[in-house]
T-cell receptor, first 116, second 118 residues
């Protein structure tokens, strides 16, 4: 069965620290998609990245970077030099292509608090 | 990018009444829309998949008669919470998919509707 685990419930850091948010997933399919979303206090989900299962290249976008490792079924997200505006809940999500629905299975989220 | 709106953003209703939430794709056509529910400090749980012109597909444990979904056009899906009770109080989020081909889609999320049932 598909499942997304975000073991870190809450993380607190001081501004300028680097922080890594963990995501471990389970899937029976060989073709799947992984996502990260940010949910600030306003509640609106902000799309950060989508990665398909055949692309294991790490990605960097500004202060954000993602490490996808199929061998450990992990898709971790690192914020470098964190800022107060990064404070939010971050969700990792999985979508399996075989189900033909593209529905997203979300992890429980990690609440990140960045203090000045 | 594509924009999805939800209306209303907040609603307070009395127990026993029904509430309708609209989800609109503003600049694209969405054959498929999804409805999620999020309780405070919890994750998003998929409630149902809404397909234009056909019946919605509900996730296990979601009452079809309680949460009525209508996807009558390519830009509008509605979720009606019938006979609402305080335990239905939650944050309801919709998303819309703009590409029918599997694997090449992008899901766009609405801003959410906060429902409070008193």
């Amino acid at each position: 069965a598909q499942k997304v685990t975000q073991a870190q419930t809450e993380i607190s850091v001081v501004e300028k620290e680097d922080v890594t948010l963990d995501c471990v997933y389970e899937t029976r399919d060989t073709t799947y998609y992984l996502f990260w979303y940010k949910q600030p206090p306003s509640g609106e989900l902000v799309f950060l990245i989508r990665r398909n299962s055949f692309d294991e290249q790490n990605e960097i976008s500004g202060r954000y970077s993602w490490n996808f490792q199929k061998s450990t079924s992990s898709f971790n997200f690192t914020i470098t030099a964190s800022q107060v505006v990064d404070s939010a809940v971050y969700f990792c999500a999985l979508s399996e292509a075989w189900e033909n629905t593209d529905k997203l299975i979300f992890g429980t989220g990690t609440r990140l608090q960045v203090f000045p | 990018g594509a924009v999805v709106s939800q209306h209303p953003s907040r609603v307070i209703c009395k127990s026993g009444t029904s509430v309708k939430i609209e989800c609109r794709s503003l600049d694209f056509q969405a054959t498929t829309m999804f409805w999620y529910r999020q309780f405070p400090k919890q994750s998003l749980m998929l409630m149902a998949t809404s397909n234009e012109g056909s019946k919605a597909t509900y996730e296990q444990g979601v009452e079809k008669d309680k949460f009525l979904i209508n996807h009558a056009s390519l830009t509008l899906s509605t979720l009606t919470v019938t006979s609402a009770h305080p335990e239905d109080s939650s944050f309801y989020i919709c998303s819309a998919r703009d590409e029918p081909t599997l694997g090449s889609y992008e899901q766009y999320f609405g801003p959410g509707t906060r429902l409070t049932v008193t």
